[in-house]
C-alpha cells in the first residue's frame, strides 16, 4: 500500500513539474493599452519609461493604425532601420492581415526559442483582444514566413556570397 502511495505521489510531483515546464515565472506586468495616448500623458511619461516600455509602444503603434475610424479596419506594416524611417508601406486591411496571418497550420518538428517577455505579450494582447483562436507559436511561425518572403531575394544574394546557393525556398 506504500509503494502505490509512492508511486502517486511520484507521479503527481512530475506532472506538476510537467505543467510548470516552459512557464516564465514572474509578477505581472501592467498591459500595453492600444488606445492612442494623450499628448500631454505621452510627454510625461516619456521621462519616465524604462526602454523596455518604449520598445512595447513602438511595436503597438506599428501593429494599430493611429487614425480612429481606421482603427478596427487597418494595420500598418511600417518598420524603422537605425535612425532612419523607411517609406511607409501600404496598408492592409484586418481581414487580409487574419487570412495572412491568423491562420492555423500544422507545424511539423516543433523547436524551443526564447524571445523578449515584452513582444510575446505583446502578441498575447493582439491575438486575445482580437479573440482569434490560432496558438502563438503558428502566429509567430507566420509572421516569420512572411518576413522572409518579403526579404527573400535579398537574403538570397547575400547568403548566395558567403555559404549557401538558396537560404529560403519556400
Given at each position: ?10 507521479l503527481e510531483a512530475k506532472l506538476k513539474e510537467m505543467a510548470e515546464d516552459g512557464v516564465m515565472k514572474t509578477p505581472p506586468k501592467e498591459t ?139
Amino acid at each position: 500500500m506504500a509503494k502505490i502511495q509512492e508511486q502517486r505521489q511520484k507521479l503527481e510531483a512530475k506532472l506538476k513539474e510537467m505543467a510548470e515546464d516552459g512557464v516564465m515565472k514572474t509578477p505581472p506586468k501592467e498591459t500595453v493599452s492600444f488606445d492612442p495616448p494623450d499628448e500631454e500623458y505621452e510627454e510625461e511619461v516619456k521621462t519616465e519609461v524604462s526602454t523596455n516600455q518604449k520598445e512595447k509602444q513602438h511595436l503597438v503603434k506599428e501593429l494599430m493604425s493611429t487614425s480612429d475610424d481606421k482603427q478596427d479596419k487597418t494595420l500598418c506594416k511600417s518598420y524603422e532601420r537605425g535612425n532612419e524611417r523607411s517609406a511607409e508601406t501600404p496598408r492592409i486591411s484586418l481581414e487580409d492581415y487574419r487570412t495572412r496571418y491568423l491562420q492555423s497550420i500544422r507545424l511539423r518538428e516543433r523547436t524551443n526559442f526564447t524571445m523578449s517577455a515584452d513582444t510575446l505579450q505583446v502578441l498575447r494582447n493582439i491575438l486575445q483582444d482580437l479573440g482569434e483562436r490560432i496558438s502563438m507559436a503558428c502566429y509567430i511561425d507566420n509572421i516569420l514566413r512572411e518576413h522572409l518572403k518579403e526579404h527573400k531575394e535579398l537574403l538570397n544574394n547575400a547568403t548566395a556570397k558567403h555559404r549557401r546557393k538558396v537560404a529560403i525556398d519556400f
